[in-house]
């Protein structure tokens, strides 16, 4: 059963970087784009490099180990040398309160 975690208000989220954290036992990289929000697994599946210091651009980051890119709306693949996608979790705005959601 999926649970909401609140991980902080909107301005705790630099717009354009990643923001490392813990929820429910999950190392996740929270990005916030403009209005929108997104949170993925801060653990690259080439070689296990925080995603969260990556470099985002046109909704993709770049793992700055090795260069593997990943789309932050669905966690796929856009450049490897990562072979597997990386895990999605939906993340909600409630007034300025911003919820992950981790089953
Ligand atoms: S650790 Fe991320 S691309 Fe190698």
Same mark, same amino acid.
């Given at each position: 059963m999926a649970i909401r975690v609140c991980i902080g208000s909107c301005s705790d989220?630099?717009?354009?970087?990643?923001?490392?954290?813990?929820?429910?036992?999950?190392?996740? $990289? @929270?990005? #916030?784009?403009?209005?929108?929000?997104?949170?993925?697994?801060?653990?690259?599946?080439h070689n296990r490099s925080p995603l969260a210091d990556g470099g985002v651009q046109d909704l993709i980051v770049?793992?700055?180990?090795h260069g593997a890119r990943f789309r932050l709306e669905?966690? $796929? @693949?856009? #450049?490897g040398p990562a072979r597997k996608a990386v895990r999605?979790?939906?993340?909600?705005?409630?007034?300025?309160?911003?919820?992950?959601?981790i089953d």
């Open positions: 989220f630099p717009d354009g970087q990643g923001v490392p954290l813990v929820a429910a036992g999950r190392r996740i $990289a @929270v990005f #916030r784009i403009g209005e929108r929000f997104f949170a993925i697994d801060n653990v690259c599946p770049t793992c700055r180990t669905t966690g $796929a @693949v856009v #450049r999605t979790y939906p993340v909600h705005v409630r007034g300025e309160a911003v919820e992950v959601e």
